[in-house]
């Protein structure tokens, strides 16, 4: 093979496509199409409650038209991290969207399916060996955690795809997926070098948002050949730049010339960025360190678990006298709270007040200056209350609420109610709260031996096992 | 000379990098105020630890980028992402101390 094309129709599997770009990217012959379905970016709650963030139908949506297109060209359509998370759970959910499209165009195909969902007690079995390390700055992992997590996903590189594509599989649905292997995979299978193959498919993970203008929701092309990848946008309003794809590389990543990753490091120090066409770049130089012969391959773990239940309540004020002194309002209500609730233990519940207009984005940096010297004009607060159970949530939520509504604070004029409601009701259950538990390095033996791959015949919406 | 950051980059962001960490982009607008500001040594570790009030071993790193034309830092996130207390899931919006920076060439 001279090249090797890669279709990258979207950002995230659910953000969706024109249909003229993917039939301009189609005309061009990939021999794969590949998309990225998952990130930690959206937080704690999808892994740990096993639900997806994108929609349904969304996802139905681009499928619908990647795996036609495909199956017609006998090219491999792969997806990673399906779901979202790549717990089992979300893999199964993909699996079924994938079943009813078999189903509703008549369409025959064989199916890997690559499990990435981690037993607590394998996890459990390798820290005792000493084989689980945090990845700085996570804390330490500890037997309660593990036990606490809700589901634990191990990320796989690209060797599970390499075996599920000398399977012959015509579809591949993975679980938890390092972001480049979706792309890398074929290319690092027919022997192309895995340093440019990594790195393409670290910009086409993002599809069309590594152009300019910039879009999470249209595709990108990439042809790898013996010493260079080119990347190209289809649709004629975008251009990929250098500084457009170089800015890319910076993208959510710690250090953009090391990314460490399954198996090695990606080295950017001698890379490259030229204009090969107006609207296309060449990158060259990318270099793939493998790991020394005497360490051992590493994989990422990741968990979360279930901290409690939400409730939160929306108001606003336009009170000046009000906003002067809020800091002390919010000391004030929470201290009702505590003696109300006396019988309750501290821990046991969390009260939070976010002060938009005052701090409010940036809560998490403590003793900031006051971003602007002016008093604001209107603030607007987020009540928040998690505690063991929804009930309890809602009570400690709505008594901070009202108590804060009639709080009778230094030189209070305004006497009806401190609070604008834009909400009846004005609690609303978020329901169950989750946060990240692992995040961890795991040393293995054999890069596939935690991502079973399953094949299956699927035959217009029937799917068995072979 | 007195230079005011915001007027030397097109791009100032902010964004997770995992769920343990944020990462920050500067991306000036040309090439050579990107290599002055790079040799001046001002974007430090000590420059991002005194705007988000932070120790100076939690700025984890500052690179140079020059394909780019960017400066990049990488700091502890001060609490994981979606922590009890978050105000930020993505960390997308932490970006506006930066926009203050002037300094000294």
């Known amino acids: ?466 | 000379m007195k230079y005011k950051l915001i007027e030397l980059a097109d791009v100032i962001r902010s964004k997770n990098s995992g769920p343990y960490e944020i990462t920050f982009d500067i991306i000036f607008k040309e090439e050579t105020m990107f290599q002055k500001a790079a040799a001046s040594g001002v974007f430090n570790k000590k420059l991002f630890a005194d705007l988000y009030h932070l120790k100076e071993e939690d700025v984890i790193s500052v690179v140079n980028f020059p394909p780019a034309k960017a400066i990049k830092a990488t700091i502890v996130r001060p609490m994981a992402s979606g922590n009890l207390g978050e105000a930020d899931v993505y960390g997308a919006q932490q970006h506006g101390p930066m926009l203050g920076i002037e300094f000294e060439m």
């Open chain 1, 1 to 466: 093979m001279e090249e090797i094309r890669i279709l990258s129709p979207t950002a995230i599997l659910g953000y969706g496509f024109p249909e003229s770009s993917f039939q301009a990217a189609l005309a061009k012959n990939p021999h794969v199409i590949a998309v990225d379905a998952g990130s930690t970016d959206p937080g704690p709650y999808y892994l740990g409650s096993g639900i997806s963030f994108t929609d349904r139908a969304a996802v139905k949506r681009d499928l619908a038209l990647m795996i036609p297109a495909a199956l017609e060209r006998k090219i491999p359509v792969i997806v990673g991290t399906a779901g979202g998370c790549g717990a089992d759970s979300h893999l199964q959910w993909c699996i079924e969207i994938v079943r009813e499209i078999s189903k509703e165009q008549g369409l025959t195909f064989k199916m890997a399916t690559i499990s990435s969902e981690i037993k607590h007690d394998d996890v459990l079995k390798n820290m005792a060996a000493g084989k689980v390390k945090p990845l700085h700055p996570a804390p330490e992992l500890t037997r309660e955690l593990v036990d606490q997590s809700t589901s634990i996903v191990a990320q796989m590189g690209v060797e599970p795809f390499i075996k599920a594509l000398d399977m012959g599989a015509e579809v591949i649905l993975a679980g938890r997926a390092y972001d480049p292997a979706v792309f890398a995979s074929l290319a690092v299978k027919e022997g192309f070098d895995p340093g440019l193959a990594i790195h393409m498919g670290k910009i086409l993970e993002c599809a069309a948002i590594a152009a300019t203008p910039g879009s999470g929701s249209d595709c990108m092309f990439g042809t790898l050949r013996k010493d260079h990848f080119i990347l190209e946008p289809l649709s004629p309003e975008r251009k990929c730049t250098t500084l457009s794809v170089a800015a890319h590389t910076l993208y959510e990543k710690t250090n953009p010339l090391i990314l460490p990753g399954p198996g090695g490091v990606l080295d950017l120090n001698q890379t490259t960025f030229t204009q090969a066409t107006e609207n296309s770049v060449m990158v060259k130089g990318s270099r793939f360190v493998p790991i020394p012969a005497d360490q051992k391959y590493t994989i990422k773990l990741e968990g979360a678990r279930r901290v409690g239940f939400r409730t939160v309540s929306f108001a606003a004020t336009a009170d000046p006298i009000m906003i002067r002194q809020m800091d002390k309002i919010v000391e004030g209500v929470r201290a009702r709270v505590k003696s109300n609730f006396n019988h309750l233990d501290e821990k046991s519940f969390f009260l939070d007040f976010k002060i938009y207009g005052q701090k409010g984005v940036m809560s998490m940096f403590k003793g900031l200056p006051p971003a602007s010297e002016h008093q604001p004009a209107e603030l607007a607060i987020i009540i928040e209350a998690v505690a063991p159970t929804q009930s309890e949530a809602n009570t400690i939520c709505g008594f901070a609420r009202s108590t804060m509504l009639h709080y009778g604070y230094e030189g209070r004029i305004s006497t009806a109610g401190n609070l604008a409601f834009p909400f009846s009701p004005s609690d609303f259950k978020a329901g169950e709260v989750y946060e990240f538990s692992v995040y961890h390095l795991m040393d293995v033996d054999d890069p596939c031996q935690y991502f079973p791959i399953q094949m299956k015949n699927c035959a217009k919406g029937e799917c068995h096992e072979i």
